[in-house]
């Protein structure tokens, strides 16, 4: 049982009138500067910085309750891309605005939240967690934090700064259960040791996995049917934007290596169902399949991937997913990963939050594709449009930092 915090929410409307209250000054000292009223273009930017603002605040707010910190290399791209998007509305929408007021209103946005996001140490109003000992909690001992493993049930009550970890799947003595119900009557947080382990490391860990756990892998067709509008609009517009590279990457493969430009695999898609995966060509024609010098180059920056966005528009793959595998190595990691099955309930991604966590992994490692079998199961489980933008902002960083994930 997850509480609440009122904290965040303060936090979340306090950065968000911050922002607006400088940005207010700062075109009062403009108005009363120069003593002419405030033009319509100045006005506009106005308005739509301030909405940016509040999107920016409240995307920060929600990336800060999934796994993984919330570092500066997330503020640049949501704040950049946010911005971005409102200077491509005000020209679609022919409204006049302020240049110099719009790029101040961005770096006094970027700057509140690099610094405040740097400076601030994370905090939580649970200062110690008592754990039951029965089950798997006293696993997760291993992790940072301040834990203490209970011998008896405490005859004291428990203070509000105090946190109960129980696995509820154990099979408690009357005491203990009865101490477990007189703390959630008693508005005490009590967490099951499954869901935090699962929030504290962003995996479902295979070892301590239960078919009644997986059984609860479900998305809602409502979150399914958005997801796949939204794949279809993002893949579309992408597909418009990249034409002028994908005709460039094109030419450079042709022209430096004999064989096709595109490469042509077949792959594992949802529910198992083969499907033919399009990438440009990054290795020689010839029997020693050599990565080319033009491949190195659009496999460091995932550029040999954009002609996946073709797939995503037909259907047999998202933006977001799990990596799609080759028929052959799926057949094998079936045999070997329990639950390995489970990943293709959903359709296989450009990327993903097992690609963007743990990144590259050899074929042969069997137990890699394990761990990145769990970071799968839990995209799966806790599928939201707050995790797909964490996903996208991480694949951006892996980009611009040339990280080969795959």
């Not at 603002?53 to 993984?68: N, S, T």
Request: aromatic residues 10%; hydrophobic residues 45%.
């Amino acid at each position: 049982m997850f509480t609440r915090n009122p904290l965040s929410q303060l936090l979340l409307w306090s950065d968000f009138l911050a922002i607006v209250l400088i940005l207010c000054l700062l075109a009062l000292v403009r108005w009363l500067g120069m003593n002419v009223p405030l033009a319509d273009s100045e006005v506009n930017t106005l308005v739509g910085a301030n909405c940016a603002v509040f999107i920016i605040a409240v995307f920060l707010q929600q990336m800060k309750k999934l796994p993984g910190k919330l570092v500066l290399s997330h503020v640049i791209p949501v704040t950049a891309s946010v911005f971005g998007l409102l200077i491509l509305g005000l020209i679609l929408s022919r409204l006049e605005y302020s240049r110099v007021l719009l790029v101040a209103s961005f770096i006094i946005t970027l700057l509140w939240y690099a610094i405040r996001y740097s400076l601030r140490k994370p905090k939580t109003r649970v200062e110690q967690f008592l754990v039951v000992p029965y089950g798997t909690s006293q696993t997760l001992l291993q992790f940072p934090g301040h834990w203490r493993v209970l011998s008896r049930p405490p005859e004291e009550p428990i203070a509000t700064q105090e946190a109960i970890v129980v696995d509820t799947y154990a099979n408690l003595p009357n005491e203990w259960a009865d101490f477990i119900a007189n703390c959630v009557m008693n508005n005490r947080t009590v967490y099951d040791a499954t869901h935090l382990r699962e929030g504290l490391t962003g995996q479902i860990a295979l070892q301590d996995a239960r078919a009644d756990h997986l059984d609860k892998l479900f998305i809602h067709p409502l979150r399914l049917w958005t997801k796949r509008l939204l794949d279809i609009v993002a893949a579309l517009a992408l597909l418009i934007i990249t034409i002028p590279v994908s005709i460039m990457i094109a030419i450079a493969v042709k022209l430096t290596s004999k064989g096709p430009v595109l490469y042509i695999g077949l792959r594992v898609g949802q529910r198992e169902k083969p499907f033919k995966m399009v990438k440009f060509r990054s290795m020689s024609a010839t029997p020693t399949k050599q990565v080319t010098f033009v491949g190195r180059f659009i496999r460091a920056f995932r550029l040999d991937e954009l002609p996946q966005l073709w797939n995503v528009l037909k259907g047999d793959m998202s933006l977001i997913g799990p990596r799609p595998e080759d028929q052959s190595l799926h057949d094998t990691y079936k045999k070997q990963i329990p639950y390995y099955r489970y990943k293709y309930m959903i359709k296989p991604g450009i990327t993903g939050w097992a690609q963007v966590m743990h990144g590259h992994t050899h074929a042969v490692d069997i137990d890699a594709i394990r761990v990145k079998l769990e970071y799968d199961l839990y995209y799966i489980k806790y599928c939201s449009y707050w995790l797909d933008i964490n996903i996208a902002l991480r694949t951006i960083g892996t980009i611009l930092l040339r990280y080969k994930a795959n």
